[in-house]
């Protein structure tokens, strides 16, 4: 018989790191995580670890010869600023890595003869708003507007997202049975922010970086101008946000991608908010107009009411509760000494 399992795809990443925490709290599953980078010692002791590439095939096939995915929270991707510099790789590991898992969740869905849950962390990326008086005029984007992504990773998210909804309606539609098909359900994200971590490779880094320097007490300079807007989470609403639409009964759903967000700064608001809690910091503006520009593309809030309808989406943290409760204490913690 094999073992039933939980599969997190990135887990060493950032997302990845507190979603194994939390999961392994709930403990409904053993957890089996892969990465093409080792997991940190503390999440490592929480899981079965494989360490390994999403592109390997033959791996895949080891791992479900041994296991039964229940779910799989597919979070390994290259990031959006890493991506623009190596688009083709970003493109295989995005999307080829994607359809991959896909595959191998719709082949156990027909082999459990119930669908296997993939739950996918899509982003504010897929978005691509083509001026500032257009991202001003439409402030609370709505999934089905503006889908014209500037950037490779955007790109790659869309298509991937489409391609979930395919494999969880669609796949092998002309065969003479109907196969059991997998439960495709995917958020996306705005900028999130971890008191715990440290982001890389995204483009709406230049906050939690602003309050990290800070903490850290060095100077920062603002890739970004003053007036630029987009939405923002704190992590724990991140996870809750994936581990909620996890759960959410299929029949309550009549969408699969869902926008999700807590608050909208612009990077000046951000500043002050940093500011009021590290008066001393030095966070200076430097624009670098290309990665301003993906950012200008991205709009500056999300209306997620179809979340909040049909799987009662709420974050915890507005940006108060984020700042004065998550973010500002644990991350002095974390550079105390
Ligand atoms: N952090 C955000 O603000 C944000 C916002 C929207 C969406 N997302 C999405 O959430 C997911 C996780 O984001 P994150 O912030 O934790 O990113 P991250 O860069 O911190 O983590 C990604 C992980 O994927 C792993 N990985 C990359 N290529 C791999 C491969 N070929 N095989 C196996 N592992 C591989 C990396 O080693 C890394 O640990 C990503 O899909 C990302 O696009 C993140």
Not at 93 to 110: F, I, K, P, R
Not at 242 to 252: D, G, M, S, V, Y
Not at 291 to 296: A, E, L, S, Y
């Amino acid at each position: 018989m094999r073992k039933k399992a939980i599969l997190i795809t990135g887990a060493s990443g950032e997302i990845g790191q507190a979603l194994v925490k939390s999961e392994a709290e709930l403990g409904e599953f053993p957890i089996l995580t892969l990465d093409i980078q080792p997991l940190d010692e503390e999440v490592r002791k929480l899981v079965t670890p494989i360490q390994g590439d999403i592109l390997d095939k033959a791996l895949l096939s080891r791992l479900i010869s041994e296991y039964e995915i229940v779910t799989l929270y597919h979070l390994a991707a290259l990031l959006s600023t890493r991506s623009e510099f190596t688009p083709e790789a970003a493109h295989r590991v995005n999307v080829e890595g994607t359809l991959g898992l896909l595959q191998m969740a719709a082949e156990q869905s027909e082999w459990r003869g119930e669908p296997v849950k993939f739950i996918f962390p899509s982003s504010i990326a897929a978005y691509g708003l083509p001026d500032l008086e257009t991202k001003t005029s439409y402030a609370r984007v709505r999934e089905w507007e503006w889908n014209y992504p500037r950037t490779m990773y955007g790109c790659n998210k869309l298509y991937c997202e489409q391609l979930g909804i395919y494999y969880s309606k669609y796949y092998r539609q002309l065969a003479a049975d109907r196969p059991v098909m997998l439960d495709f359900r995917c958020v996306r994200f705005p900028g999130l922010i971890s008191a715990f971590t440290v982001p890389s490779g995204g483009t709406s880094d230049y906050g939690p970086e602003m309050l990290h320097a800070a903490a850290k007490k060095v100077p920062y300079a603002c890739f970004v101008r003053e007036d630029v807007r987009i939405p923002f989470m704190a992590m724990p609403d991140a996870i809750k946000a994936l581990q909620h639409l996890t759960l959410a009964p299929r029949e309550a759903l009549r969408h699969q991608v869902f926008n999700v967000t807590s608050f909208s700064l612009s990077a000046e608001e951000f500043r002050q908010k940093v500011l009021k809690h590290f008066p001393e910091a030095q966070i200076a503006y430097q624009p670098d107009l290309k990665r301003q520009g993906i950012v200008d593309s991205w709009p500056a809030d999300l209306d997620d009411s179809a979340a909040c309808r049909e799987w009662g989406w709420q974050p915890d943290y507005d940006v108060d509760r984020s700042f004065d409760e998550y973010l500002v204490p644990n991350i002095r913690q974390r550079y105390q000494g």
